[in-house]
Every structure is written in structure tokens, then in C-alpha cells.
């Protein structure tokens, strides 16, 4: 694999992580750099983990993943989603303009599961090539780390301005993007 694909690979694959980092900041009660980072830590490691497990699956079980992975996001995604647009409404306000919303690592890393499937996926399909698994996997990894970071960074940013609107569209773009995984693989 190309410098050039490993990169664009890694940086496909953290994209959906960074938008529900986006929610994540939006609705976090803890501000600051260790926060963010500490969500984007959680994002990345389990960004990283997925392809070396979807790589260890390997061909054999690539029709019994293939054939859930799908509703398995949407269910994560949507819950989560839910879970946080239900609750930007309905927990008091910290400041009067943000939703108090604490972000349970469970929570955090519920989405990250959500988000990560499909670089299980990509791990089963790696299993076909001649990569180095591990080099790969730490570059979709740093990249997500990277890139929730920032996430949640500029989350924060916005739901400071836009307040419980900024809870409901990051828990709506959560659903949307369960449904999204669910329905394009029905589609096809």
C-alpha cells in the first residue's frame, strides 16, 4: 500500500469519527484540550483495533460481518443519537445557553464502536492484500485521534454558541448516519 492510499484510507476512515466528535464536544460538559483529547484517544484506539480485527477474521467470515455490521452501527449510532438529542432537551442547562450532558466513557465509546465497523470491514479486505497490518492500523488510528480531537474542539465551540439546538443536530446527524450505514447496505 501507497503512502498516498495509507493516507487517504486513514483520513476516509476517521471522517465519520470526527463528526460525532463533533456531537460529542457540543454537548460535553467538560471543556478543555485533556477532554478532547481524551475522547479522541478512545476514538482512535478503537479505530485502530478494528482493522487488526477485521484483518484476524479474515476471508473466512467475511459473509457473517458483512451481513450485520450495518445493523449493528444504526443501532449504536441511532441510540446514541437519540440518547443525546432526548437529552439536550431535557437536562437542565449548565449556563443557561449549553446543555449539561456528561459524556460517559461508555457513551464515548459506544460511537466509537459505531463508527469503527466499517474499518473492520476494511480489515477483512486488507486480509486479501499484502500490507502490514499493524502500520496501517496505527495510521487510521493517529489520524482519528487527530481528528476527534479537533472534533470535539470545535463541537465545544459550537454548541457553546448554538446551545441545545447544537445537541438535537448533533444527535439527529447520529441517527442519519446510522441510517445512512443501514441503508446503503440494504441497497446494494
Not at 79 to 107: E, K, L, N, T
Amino acid at each position: 500500500m501507497t503512502p498516498v492510499a495509507l493516507g487517504l484510507l486513514a483520513v476516509g476512515l476517521s471522517m465519520d469519527a470526527f463528526v460525532v466528535s463533533l456531537g460529542q464536544g457540543a454537548a460535553a460538559d467538560r471543556r478543555g484540550f485533556a477532554a478532547a483529547l481524551q475522547t479522541g484517544m478512545i476514538f482512535g484506539l478503537v479505530e485502530m483495533a478494528t482493522p487488526i480485527i477485521g484483518w484476524v477474521i479474515g476471508l473466512a467470515a467475511v459473509s457473517y460481518v458483512a451481513a450485520i455490521d450495518h445493523w449493528v452501527a444504526f443501532v449504536l449510532l441511532g441510540g446514541v443519537g437519540a440518547r443525546m438529542a432526548f437529552q439536550s432537551w431535557y437536562q437542565p442547562a449548565c449556563d443557561g445557553s449549553v446543555a449539561h450532558m456528561p459524556r460517559s466513557r461508555g457513551a464515548v465509546v459506544l460511537s466509537a464502536i459505531g463508527t469503527s465497523l466499517d474499518a473492520m470491514v476494511v480489515g477483512i479486505t486488507l486480509a486479501l492484500l499484502n500490507v502490514n497490518i499493524v502500520l496501517v492500523a496505527i495510521a487510521i488510528g493517529l489520524t482519528t485521534t487527530v481528528a476527534s480531537t479537533a472534533g470535539v474542539m470545535l463541537g465545544h465551540l459550537l454548541g457553546k454558541r448554538f446551545g441545545r439546538a447544537a445537541g438535537t443536530c448533533a444527535g439527529a446527524a447520529l441517527i442519519l448516519m446510522g441510517a445512512s450505514i443501514l441503508v446503503s447496505h440494504i441497497a446494494v
